[in-house]
């Protein structure tokens, strides 16, 4: 079990070490980044002060040196917390993330929980009552959630939430609690401006998780193992859900870590839509613009967050399988 | 009397799958009796019904299967001093097969092995939490009780360091250490009656031999009845007292076993001694049955055996279904030969 984790953990390190290097990599290819753009204009400005300017740039990231000394760099200073400088905002990258990505983590995790407390019970549902009506309703709105684009979902239920509900919507918060002070009232509010984006976010996640979760426990169902639990005496409930699901719902959990990059970016497109403050159109922009630190302390923490979320999933894999605990 | 030590009478049982492709008749008038305390052997060829029979019997036919007709009595003993042997009649097809009535039999007072080991077991309990399962449902026990029974029921059915397998998972033994695993979930609550549905036959022979043994051993130690299940003559011949044979989802022939083998009168059971090698008797060559099984979509009207029965009496054979007759204490025929008026 311990080398198991470890080995998992090994994984993740080395896993971060390479995106970090190809992501470098990959925006310092082309050229004209900011970094280029920035120290042109610098240039032509040609006071002193700006000259300066352009020396400690130089210096800070050694943009005077080949690129892995400047990976190098860059990377030792990642490490102690310096992510590097924003040229278009002009400011420390560290100022401009963390608010950024805690939000990502919050809705993340939120939509993730949001697709997992729906889907399996209706999975359950769906494959217990297989061909009834409930399964074919069940199975019709699951279509819809899979093939409707989630922009579109986004303005529906957008249009919906304040028409029907008269809520402010858009954006994390309602113009009274944007700069007030924390309280429930505040997070109230904030828990509303949520319902709208994980419900996007998690649609099409929701739909396929019920789609697997249906088939798998149907072929579990099928196993000898749930006939035998049921030739104990045991209640049909019980055989359901101690053996069957149990049985069921571990391919999912392999697929829990998978399914975080699409939650992401669903989450990026959906933050554009809806004006969410979230790591998605921040980083979006960063990208086109070739804002070259930005980008890459987003993309690494973005990839940070998935290997976390995978390293969790293998372990609660191990937890609910012995065959990989005594593998 | 007979019917008093009876533990299990099924009575032109029924059970159809109603699936996509039509309606499959998986057992279509089966009818046994099984003895208190004796070994009854069911035998016919692979899909004859016989594990569809024992799924019957425990009331967990899977959808979407159904009893459409018969009927299984079980009957319960109520005392056993010696001087009153009495016992309750149930009928097992009218009960709710998931109530309560039904469940608290299941397991406790009929229990079940099943054919494949290697997937009767759920992969992410332990062994000694499956024992442990069906003592704790059925037997007022708490839980460190219930482990020193799963122990002792592991050790009863010679498992090597009972102590240590109890907290194994079931991919760290072999099919044949499962197949004890779920004898000893079977026999944990001390049933009356054990439905054994091929439990040797995923095995290799010195396994099944092994198997073999102990179920004889316990058998004799606990005085479970038990129903065993299987398509192999040795097998029945070595463990049984009574058999039943099988053929097309009815039984045709139940006798003792010395009639059976002594002195089959079902045509069907004729030809399936006649198929296999016997030792003792002068050499003589196999003759396999002739013909092959029909699909069990289009079974034959009148008697299922007769297009490959070399009796077949045609105009009654192929028109007419026999009725089960009983030609001799405890011998009873599906067959025109053995007609009712005849004797
Ligand atoms: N779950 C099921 N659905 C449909 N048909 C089934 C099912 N289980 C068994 N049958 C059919 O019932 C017949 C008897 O099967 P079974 O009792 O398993 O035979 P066996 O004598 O080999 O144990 C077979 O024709 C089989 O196809
Ligand atoms: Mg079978």
Known sequence: MLGYIGRRFLYMISTLFLVSVVGFLIINLPTGTYVDFYIQRLQNEGTHTSLEQIEAITKRFALDKPLYWQYGKWLFGFVRGDFGLSFEFNKEVKELIWERIVYTVIISLATLIFTWVVAIPIGIYSATHQYTLGDHIFTLVGLIGLSAPSFLLALVLMVIAQRSFGQSVGGLYSPAFVDAPWSWAKLADLLKHLVVPIVVVGASGTASLVRMMRGNLLDILNMQYVQAARARGLSESLVILKHAVRNAIHPLIMLLGMSLPSIISGATVVSIVLSLPTTGPMYFRALQQQDMYLAVTFLVFMAIMLVIGNFLADLLLAWVDPRIRYE | ?343
């Open chain 2, 1 to 343: 009397m007979a019917e008093l030590d009876e533990v299990l009478r099924v009575d032109e049982l029924r059970t159809y799958f109603y699936t996509q492709e039509g309606t499959v008749r998986a057992v279509d008038g089966a009818s046994f009796a099984v003895k208190r305390g004796q070994v009854l052997g069911i035998v016919g060829e692979s899909g004859c019904g016989k594990s569809v029979a024992a799924q019957s019997i425990l009331r967990i036919v899977p959808p979407p299967g159904r009893i459409v007709g018969g009927q299984i009595i079980y009957h319960r003993q109520v005392a056993a001093d010696g001087a009153s042997n009495l016992s309750e009649m149930l009928n097992l097809t009218e009960m709710h097969p998931r109530g309560q009535e039904m469940r608290s039999i299941r397991g406790s007072e009929i229990s079940m092995v099943f054919q494949e080991p290697m997937t009767s077991l759920d992969p992410v309990y332990t062994v000694g939490d499956q024992i442990m399962e069906a003592i704790t449902l059925h037997q007022n026990v708490d839980r460190r009780e219930a482990r020193k029974r799963a122990i002792e029921m592991l050790e009863q059915v010679g498992m090597p360091r009972p102590g240590e397998i109890v907290d194994n998972y079931p991919h760290q033994l072999s099919g044949g250490m499962r197949q004890r695993v779920m004898i000893a979930i079977a026999l944990s609550c001390h049933p009356s009656l054990l439905i054994a549905d091929e439990p040797t036959t995923a095995l290799d022979v010195t396994t099944e031999a092994q198997i073999l043994d102990l179920m004889r051993n316990l058998q004799k130690q606990t005085g479970t009845a038990i129903v065993y299940i299987t398509h192999n003559l040795g097998v029945i011949a070595e463990m049984c007292d009574d058999v039943a044979v099988m053929y097309l989802g009815k039984v045709v022939e139940q006798a003792d076993v010395d009639s059976i083998f002594y002195d089959p009168k079902h045509p069907y059971t004729q030809a399936l001694l006649r198929s296999i090698p016997r030792i003792g008797q002068a050499r003589k060559r196999l003759e396999p049955i002739k013909g092959i099984v029909p699909d069990p979509y289009a079974i034959p009207q009148g008697c299922p055996f007769w297009p490959r029965c070399i009796h077949a009496m045609p105009g009654l054979c192929d028109h007419d279904q026999p009725e089960y007759v009983p030609i001799a204490p405890g011998h009873s025929v599906r067959c025109h030969l053995f007609r009712q008026e005849a004797m």
